[in-house]
């Protein structure tokens, strides 16, 4: 006759031993994961950022050294659909990106060289990051996308370009906004046409002078002159109720600094590489005292966003 020997169940204390042990490898590791994640995203936005600085740097090649602009409103008299630097890039063949919408007009979406891991997909109230008012902010986070010239060449990016605002109130006086020799001359502007019924292109926009054109012969310093980065915004104007150029670039890399309102951003210099700063010690100028303008010139002897500061 054969003798079974009973099974042995977990008693309730041994099964909350072991939920209590899992719980604590799950409270020790999951920070380790996130850094960890973080980290892959943060080297993965790096790597879009050198694409876009090389896209850009072979249109200038291309073009006889000039630099494209950032954007140009619809209604210009040279480019009356308007213009967008992400949709040109990837309309001119310079990046391969998904772009245009779908038969319900729908805007088309997957990776790319334009779309930051660390940002969102959705859009929150309020337009884009001209709104925000520190780096951190969720506004910084998402994306922009402009139907320029068409829907069929919208591209979706999560990035900036170290641009000013150009505009026909502040051209017809020769404004630093305008001037290449301005405490404002950024290496990229924004042309917009506010001011449609008056037209820009008698007052040199684009015209055969180059009088508001950038060329890469106005950047001295490559590997100090900021080309692109972390954001969202069209320029550096302070509107919408920035509080600050500082507040523009988008904060959204690493661990939150300054109770939430900064971070670290990817930065894409003229030579063609790429760092990871902190927006903190812009904020803190900006914070300080100091101006909107001068605010971005904390730094100048690592990272040079007006083009006055290379002299």
Known sequence: ???????????????????????????????????????????????????????ILMYAADNHGKLPPSAIGPKDKIYPKGWFWSNELVKQKYIDAVHGVDSAGRQNTGDSAFRCPSGLDEQLPGFSGFGALYPRQGQNQQFIWNAWPTSADGVRTWYALNSFTCEKSTMSGKTPAASLNGSHSAPFMWYNNQNAGNGEADMGLLDTSGRFVRSLSNIKRSALVVMAFDGNAWNWSNIAGSTGYDARISGRHGRPLNNGKDGQFNCAFFDGHVTLQSTLPYTQAQASGLTNQKALSVNKSETIFWLSDQY
């Open 1 to 55: 006759m054969h003798k079974f020997r009973r099974a042995h169940a977990f008693t309730l204390v041994e099964l909350l031993v072991v939920i209590g042990i899992i719980a604590l490898l799950v409270a020790i590791l999951l920070p380790s994961l996130q850094k960890a994640r973080e980290q892959a995203s943060t080297v993965k936005c790096a790597s879009n950022l050198r694409q876009i600085a090389m896209g």
